[in-house]
């Protein structure tokens, strides 16, 4: 398996080969859109699987809406209409033909277009409030808390596999409340929920913060976000929860009966996490030989080698190894004995290190003279002998010292990578240099587009219970009262 | 909660008004699409984690392929595009703009027309033996035992919730196989995978069989399938599982190097279930109270309403329920204590009868005397009186009743009702009667589509393992060598 290029080299190229290397995804024959190959759609699946329970804990259920928005619903809300218009595809036609000019060839029949253009879903807050119109009568229907996973499609210009497709796998949380408040509560228990799964699962400390206006979900009244840091220091947003006020409520008359029996606008929320989150996985802790991968996001734990000469030893080892095997999963772990005979060792040993499998078990002669096993940890590359009566044990606690061991790694690169600047030119030094830029900036939409066209860096978040500080914004000198968080970012 | 339609009043009729009064799914605002509601969905759920447990136990791998095929793959497997291209929903453009004449509206933006148009997939043969393509190249690489869940389009004129609709949510499984023989065995495990998943989960007997070559999916060899009788006598085709042969193979020239350097065309399985497997699900079980659910696929298992006056009454009723609920739980089901005061027992009663919730447990003052409840089950609306030291193990015990006694009548009402005949006539009325028919056909196409234009009945299947008997066909009086299903279906 020939090396993937550094990131020291080059790492967008590394990430590049990564993604295909490890047999995540690929880009597939339709423009911007990939494919989740069985590998990374398993890490895929895990996160779903972690997400899911701990949208149902908080009490919300999935249901389906439809793939397709009519023209006239998608623009119903303005501002949301305006910042997913540019990037649609449209549903035009309902049927193809025989060309009667090119044998064997299809054509779209022109006769079979339709009345109302259909939009593929960039989004589903649309298609969602005109049916929750009809399930909204009084105070006794709400809240309703709703999840759906789907595929979404945006037509980027520019697509990199899993950081941003055409088509990506979503789930969008949708739902609607009596009071301001609630809804409040619920944007802020979601981008919770996102920034606990991101440090328990995916072993990534995030910082949650308020977007600015011009970082805003269209159609949001405020957007909760984590932030992540990636390995060259740049940014990634990896998840948002949006606030949405009464903007679709207004847009598509809902409208409930209180208690008193007033009539009143319906409170909404919406939020989301995508397949970009195995973007952030990936450059968040892999390496140079590969992807890294936190155990509970791993779908093979424990990879065993064996090393050997003829089906005699195999058969021993087999014998060892099987009862190894069924203890592990006993504890609910994976284990896949590589007992393939159409490859080496080494050749084995490289592809669970691109795979990022978290322990690796090889065992040989040797270790059947001794009654050990060489057991090697992915996030550190060390290996060691451990004598097979203690190995199970041994892997058990080792996996959850890896878990840990890839978070703190993380968090203290955040830590390093955290500066805080107080005038421009530090600021423009510390933006090159990569990382999060905790600075004062003045609240205004103009200074922070200034700066973006200075600097290419956006205000990533206002953290959350930021700490109120006097200062004056590094860039225009006039008054702040707090630090926001610049980088560059995906 | 105002009353169904009876089955014998308007059996249609019926079933569309269960599938909205139960809560499973609505028409949307998009022609023919349906939103699936949370209670609907979360029985889809149910059946995803079965039969992906099942599919992954044979040794499958979920993964995902793109929701849109360009025109040219789509057109490459002649028979396949035949098949599907006048349904298909077709995307032409990739960007709206704002319409000059009227504002606030958006029009599509003429510019931004694609080059080449994309289907929005019916079915994913081609997009995946596309990528395909480049995963294989010699016999090392063979099996790919691939399935992936995704939403399809296909353009119905005619749509009803669940069983028709423009829009549906199903799994896709694709294989890939050095040999014929490979793949023979992969598409007959798949299909005898869904008959179980029917009996075992749906309690929902069918019939495994072969279809016709007038009803086989377009580009595929064989099509198996298996076939359930709904209560009105109508056949519903539940599932299907294609051997493919070399067809796709050859039209995107996927060919393996085998053990011994030569190069040949790869063997080709699909398979799927979809959405309307819940049209299948309500169909077979579900009487004039509302839907009957089995228990393995049940969202909640047990109902407990309690009937009191005053908070007193509540809270002695509440102490009494809550070990009973936890015990219920620690059994793994699902048991919702219904206390809220809005709504009174009687509806309470009917709302769960209505959702096909398979046991309900009543319990009031009087049941707190005698340290009773009122246990109903909702296949049989029997209801019991239950000591309370004794009702855990009872609902367990029960609840596997119901699950078999659903099967049974279901077997019971498919034996009744499948009539073997020998003569047109005869066929003619066993036909109008409803159920399957069991009889000679001569093997041609001709008198295939006879007996459909004259009786609107269709074949079935071929029933596997079928027994060869002399005879003459019904229509032709030609001879046969065995008896095939017929009958109207949906």
Known sequence: MAKLTSRSENYSQWYNELVVKADLAENSEVRGCMVIKPYGFSIWEKMQSALDKMFKDTGHSNAYFPLFIPKSLFEAEEKNAEGFAKECAVVTHYRLKNDPNKEGKLMVDPEAKLEEELIVRPTSEAIIWKTYKNWIQSYRDLPILINQWANVVRWEMRTRLFLRTAEFLWQEGHTAHATKKEALDETEQMINVYATFA????????????????????????????????????????????????????????????????????????????????????????????????????????????????????????????????????????????????????????????????????????????????????????????????????????????????????????????????????????????????????????????????????????????????????????????????????
């Open 199 to 490: 440090r328990d699962f995916m072993a990534m400390p995030v910082i949650q913060g308020l977007k600015t206006k011009s970082e805003q979900f269209a159609g949001a009244e405020e957007t909760y976000c984590i932030e992540a840091l990636m390995q060259d220091g740049k940014a990634l947003q990896a998840g948002t929860s949006h606030f949405l006020g009464q903007n679709f409520a207004q847009a598509f008359d809902v409208k409930y009966t209180t208690k008193e029996g007033k009539q009143e606008f319906v409170w909404a929320t919406s939020w989301g996490v995508s397949t970009r989150l195995m973007g952030a996985l990936i450059m968040a802790h892999s390496d140079d030989n590969g992807l890294v991968l936190p155990p509970k996001l791993a779908p093979i734990h424990v990879a065993i080698v064996p090393i050997y000469k003829g089906s005699e030893q195999l058969e021993e080892i087999s014998a060892k190894v099987a009862p190894i095997k069924s203890e592990l999963e006993k504890h609910g772990l994976t284990v896949k004995f590589d007992n393939r005979d159409t490859y080496k060792p080494g050749f084995k040993f490289a592809e669970y290190e691109m795979k990022g499998v978290p322990v690796r078990i090889a065992i040989g002669p040797k270790d059947l003279e001794k009654n050990t096993v060489e057991v090697a940890r992915r996030d550190t590359l060390e290996k060691q002998p451990v004598a097979v009566d203690q190995v199970v044990n041994h892997i058990v606690n080792l996996l959850d010292e890896i878990q840990d061991n890839i978070f703190n790694r993380a968090q203290k690169f955040q830590e390093t990578n955290t500066h805080e600047v107080n005038d421009y030119d530090s600021f423009k030094k510390a933006i090159e240099q990569g990382g999060f830029v905790s600075a004062h900036w003045d609240g205004s939409s103009e200074t922070e587009e200034l700066i973006k066209q200075e600097t290419k860096a956006t205000i990533r978040c206002i953290p959350l219970n930021n700490q109120k500080q006097e200062g004056v914004c590094v860039r225009s000198g006039k008054p702040s009262s707090q630090r926001v968080i610049f980088a560059k970012a995906y």
